[in-house]
């Protein structure tokens, strides 16, 4: 264990209830668990000091400490303002070993409502080692990509020598990293390229961070490899899809409680966010509309029984509304205007620009109220009134606890061993973005067999001839799409 003597959390004295919920949840991640073990002796993250950008969850803190349990150090925040569970954090910073009093975890930066300012604060903080000789971390572990992006921002800016001007078209966000960058410009004015030199690759969680990897990879401005963990098959094809068929409805029900059964709910996106959505908001009964712009998303949409409709078309009648595109401006205010009385409206993708909420804000007239934290009615001058979960960010984090903890063994155990294969093989890995090699993702799915009761079928050496793969596998080609 380190000695943290700096960190920032809610409230140490959560640690105990964190601990035993980590220890609850030990038990529903076996793929961590037999990692601890299989690399117990060997320690092959010794020497890596890793930065984690990712929801401060419990499921993230055995995430953590299984980093640590082979070999690395560990710096935290979390990706998202409303996204951490302080019980988390606290058990976190005290670690097994340590007490309130006396907290002998991991460095966290991370608290449930921080403000945008203070998110980046936090961002900072994770990636700023004061004891390395680079100042960073050598390793980053990134969900959605904003430590990554602070870094390449950050040596953007000090090649050219200053930090651009914020004008009225930034957001207010980006306006917050400006001032960070500037302020580190001119403090350290070589930090970011020091820092950034040193490090050896990034592992990235989700559909929009991979996104932004594969962009920076085209413009050819990519420092370090990476590895797409979304596109792992155990990863995008289990937590996108089951893991928020889990949280989704979690999200809507402890946020308002209403009865889904019989409701309309519009589903926009039907990628494997959207699929999970669907399914779990049709399990309780609701009648699901998706919206989609790919042809083969809708037709399978259409297949697997649901209409598919256009929002403009649905937008008055339905009464739930779900947005998990990854894209921006698909519910905007005009469409807010023109929905029922106590419609619900969330965001389950990444980011909050999938809804318009600067554009809600400035109807004249509307009044935003708290009904409770994360949860706000907004009320037409008409008297209509909608329900916004979370302020338009991911509402399976911000209004209930994010998926659970067995679906996040299947991703964090891909995290683990990308993190392993990055820092150990980095011969192997020339700058670029790359998925997980396939006998890794099927042995994270061979980790949780047992626990599940699973008898798998051993395949007999002819039949493996005939089929051409090895009795052990891969059994699929990498083009397979499960
Ligand atoms: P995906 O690419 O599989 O699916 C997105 C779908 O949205 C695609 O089928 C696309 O055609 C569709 N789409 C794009 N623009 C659209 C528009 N204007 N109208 C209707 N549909 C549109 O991506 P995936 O993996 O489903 O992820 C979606 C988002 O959810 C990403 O931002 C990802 O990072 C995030 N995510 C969130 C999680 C959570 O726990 N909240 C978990 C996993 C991913």
């Not at 994010?402 to 995290?415: E, L």
Request: some cysteine; aromatic content about 8%; hydrophobic content about 40%.
């Amino acid at each position: 264990t380190t000695t943290a003597t700096d960190f920032k959390v809610a409230d140490l004295s959560l640690a105990a209830f964190g601990r035993k919920e980590i220890t609850l949840a030990e038990h529903e991640m076996p793929g961590l668990m037999s990692l601890r073990k299989e690399y117990a002796d060997a320690q092959p993250l010794a020497g890596a000091r890793i930065t984690g950008s990712l929801h401060m969850t419990v499921q993230t803190a055995v995430l953590i400490e299984t980093l640590v349990a082979l070999g690395a150090r560990v710096r935290w925040a979390s990706c998202n303002i409303f996204s951490t569970q302080d019980h988390a954090a606290a058990a976190i910073a005290v670690g097994p070993e340590g007490t309130p009093d006396n907290p002998q975890g991991v460095p966290v930066f991370a608290w449930k409502g921080e403000t945008l300012e203070e998110y980046w604060w936090c961002t900072e903080q994770a990636l700023t080692w004061p004891d390395a000789a680079t100042g960073g971390p050598n390793m980053i572990l990134d969900d959605g990509g904003d430590a990554t992006l602070l870094v390449h921002k950050g040596v953007e800016f000090e090649k050219a020598g200053a930090v651009p001007a914020t004008t009225d078209e930034d957001s207010e966000e980006y306006g917050y990293i400006l001032a960070l960058l500037r302020r580190t410009l001119s403090a350290t004015p070589q930090k970011w390229t020091q820092l950034a030199s040193e490090i050896r690759g990034v592992t990235e969680e989700t559909t929009t961070g991979v996104h932004r990897l594969y962009e920076m990879q085209q413009e050819g401005t990519l420092l370090f490899p990476a590895i797409n963990v979304n596109d792992a098959v155990t990863k995008s094809k289990f937590d996108n899809k089951y893991g928020c068929r889990h949280s989704l409805i979690d999200g809507i029900n402890r946020a308002t409680d209403v009865l889904i059964g019989g409701k309309v709910a519009v589903v926009c996106g039907y990628g494997d966010v959207g699929k999970g959505c669907a399914e779990s908001l049709r399990g309780q009964g609701a009648r699901v509309i998706i919206t989609e712009i790919d042809p083969i998303c809708a037709l399978q949409a259409a297949m697997d029984g649901y209409q598919v409709a256009t929002l403009d078309d649905v937008v008055e009648t339905a009464d739930i509304f779900v947005t998990t595109t990854g894209n921006r401006d698909i519910i905007m205010a005009s469409d807010m205007q023109r929905m029922k009385h106590q419609a619900i409206v969330g965001n389950i993708g990444h980011f909050d620009n999938e809804i318009d909420m600067a554009g809600l804000a400035k109807i004249p007239g509307i009044v935003k109220e708290e009904v409770k934290p994360q949860v706000h009615t907004w009320t037409f001058p008409d008297g209509k009134a909608l329900i916004v979960l979370s302020e338009g960010r991911l509402l399976n984090l911000g209004n209930a606890t994010g998926h659970p903890s067995f679906v996040m063994s299947n991703s964090f155990t891909d995290q683990t061993l990308a993190q392993i294969e990055l820092f150990t093989k980095p011969e192997e890995y020339p700058i670029g973005v790359y998925v997980l090699p396939k006998h890794l993702d099927e042995k994270v799915a061979r980790l949780h067999l047992d626990a599940l009761g699973v008898k798998l079928t051993t395949l007999r050496p002819e039949q493996a001839a005939y089929i051409g793969v090895k009795v052990e596998g891969p059994y699929k080609p990498d083009h397979y799409r499960y």
